[in-house]
């Protein structure tokens, strides 16, 4: 699905997991320490997180259902 070898996934799982951010086996992760792992990510991750953000933001000019006083 990314585009990588699993060799790849699994050297770089290792690496996060002996620095302590994430625990990892037989293809299940959980992440540890979320701050530390978003402070080893490339600059990309806050642009892409903010972009996706506002992509499921609603637009201003969308209708507001209101449903106060209805049965």
Known sequence: ?????RKSVTLAAQTL?????ID???G???VRDR???EKA????YGVIKE??????KPPVYA????THGRK
């Open 41 to 44: 990510s490339c600059e990309c």
């Open 63 to 66: 209708v507001q259902e209101h």
């Open 17 to 21: 997991q002996k620095a302590g951010l």
């Open 51 to 56: 972009r996706f953000a506002a992509f499921l």
């Open 28 to 30: 299940k992760m959980q």
């Open 1 to 5: 699905m990314m585009g990588v070898n």
């Open 24 to 26: 990892y086996r037989r």
């Open 35 to 37: 701050p530390g792992l």
